[in-house]
C-alpha cells in the first residue's frame, strides 16, 4: 500500500506543478511519453526475465491454473464493460481498456496515456491503484465469502508481488503459487491486451 500512495503523491505533485505552470519546458516534449513508456517496458521485461524462480514456478504449473488468468482477464474486462453503461464520459472501449490494466498501474496508465490521451491516463492510473488498495483492505472479506481464489482475482497483476502477503495470510501458503502464477501471466499480457483493445476495439 505504501507504494501505491506514493505514487498518488507523486501524481498529485505533478497535477499541481501543471497547474500553477510549474512544469519544465523539457519534459514538455510529444516524444517523451513514447521514450519513457520505451524504457518501462524494457525494466519490466528486465524484471520479469530475471526473476527465475517465476520461470520455475511455471514449470510446476497444474494445467487447469492456466484458467485463473483467463477468467481473471474475462472477469475484469466484462466488469469494466458494465460500468461503461453507468459513466456518460468514457466509451465502452475506454473503460474496457482501463480494466484491461488488471492492476498494473504503472505501466498501464502509461501506455493508454499514449494510446489514448492522458486523462483516460489518469482514469487508468488512479481505477487500477484504487484496485490494488481495496484488494490489501478487503482480501479477508472477498475469502471468507467468495473462495480462496477472490484475492488472487481481486489483485489481478499485483498478485506476484505487493498483495502477495496478504494473499497468502488470508488463502493459504498452497495458493502462492497460483497468485504469483496468475500475477505473472497477467505482467505480461497488459502490454498487448491494452493496445489491441484501443486499437481494434470499435465501439
Do not use: H, W
Not at 500553477?20 to 510529444?30: C, H, I, Q, R
Not at 511519453?33 to 517465476?54: H, Y
Request: aromatic share 10%; charged share 10%; with cysteine.
Amino acid at each position: 500500500m505504501k507504494s501505491s500512495l506514493t505514487i498518488v503523491l507523486f501524481f498529485i505533485l505533478g497535477l499541481l506543478a501543471g497547474i500553477y505552470d510549474l512544469v519544465p519546458s523539457f519534459l514538455a516534449n510529444e516524444n517523451l511519453p513514447t521514450v519513457l513508456l520505451c524504457v518501462l517496458m524494457v525494466l519490466a521485461g528486465m524484471n520479469t526475465g530475471s526473476d527465475k524462480e517465476a520461470f520455475y514456478i511455471l514449470k510446476r504449473i497444474n494445467f487447469r491454473i492456466l484458467l485463473v488468468p483467463i477468467f481473471i482477464i474475462a472477469g475484469s474486462l466484462l466488469g469494466a464493460a458494465f460500468v461503461s453503461f453507468l459513466m456518460n464520459d468514457l466509451s465502452l472501449k475506454e473503460t474496457i481498456a482501463v480494466g484491461a490494466g488488471m492492476g498494473y498501474y504503472s505501466l498501464s496508465s502509461v501506455i493508454i496515456s499514449r494510446l489514448s490521451g492522458p486523462q483516460l491516463g489518469v482514469v487508468a492510473l488512479l481505477s487500477n491503484i484504487f484496485r490494488e488498495i481495496l484488494t490489501l483492505v478487503y482480501v479477508p472479506i472477498l475469502v471468507r465469502y467468495f473462495g480462496k481464489l477472490a484475492g488472487i482475482a481481486s489483485g489481478g497483476a499485483t498478485a506476484m508481488d505487493t498483495t502477495l502477503p496478504v494473499i497468502v495470510k488470508y488463502s493459504g501458503s498452497e495458493y502462492g503459487i497460483i497468485a504469483v502464477f496468475s500475477g505473472i501471466v497477467l505482467t505480461l499480457l497488459v502490454p498487448l491486451l491494452i493496445p489491441l483493445i484501443l486499437d481494434f476495439f470499435i465501439f
